[in-house]
């Protein structure tokens, strides 16, 4: 490769991580190429872009970046590929999914929320991170709660009062 193409892979790598708020880097070693045509179908479906990638440009591109990602260096061997998202936790789903089989996509690394993940045992930490959209429909319900028991006591109470004043009335005297 000349060293005109790989600079502007760099470049683009540079571009990507700028563009996107989180990115995994994943061990594909092993997979064939039906079985990576079908996991860049359930990225695409699941609005994440995945693009294999050689480890000496990816160093190159995160080393340039405003970013520190020192930590991310080590893991930068073997056949790499960079899933690149803008929810934290969805790349994590599709790796846990994936790999529940034959263990291949794993887990090396990942960039999310603005947190350094290394290492397959954060999965399950990274699958539990919540998308903005879940954190606000958990606000909304926890603040609807307390709006629901009181106009259910109201309105269960007007029935009570309701009944007591109608079996008074009805009562002989």
Do not use: W
Not at 47 to 54: A, G, P, R
Not at 70 to 76: A, G, I, K, N, V
Request: charged share 25%.
């Amino acid at each position: 490769m000349r060293k005109e193409d790989k600079a502007i892979i760099i470049e683009k790598l540079g571009e990507k991580l700028k563009e996107y708020a989180h990115f995994y880097l994943v061990d594909v070693t092993g997979l064939n190429a039906e079985t990576t045509s079908a996991l860049r179908r359930k990225c695409f479906k699941s609005e994440v872009k995945m693009v294999v990638v050689k480890n000496n440009l990816l160093h190159k591109a995160l080393e340039q970046s405003e970013t520190d990602f020192t930590p991310l260096y080590d893991t930068l061997k073997g056949t790499t590929a960079v899933f690149f998202c803008n929810t934290a936790n969805v790349p994590a789903k599709l790796i846990k999914e994936e790999g529940k089989a034959t263990g291949i996509p794993a887990l090396k690394a990942a960039y999310a929320e603005e947190e350094i993940y290394v290492g397959a045992e954060n999965l399950d930490a990274l699958v539990a991170i919540k998308s903005k959209n879940e954190v606000i429909a958990e606000v909304v319900a926890l603040l609807q709660s307390p709006a629901k028991n009181v106009i259910s006591a109201l309105q269960s109470g007007s029935q009570t009062i309701h009944g007591v004043l109608k079996t008074l009335g009805e009562r002989p005297e």
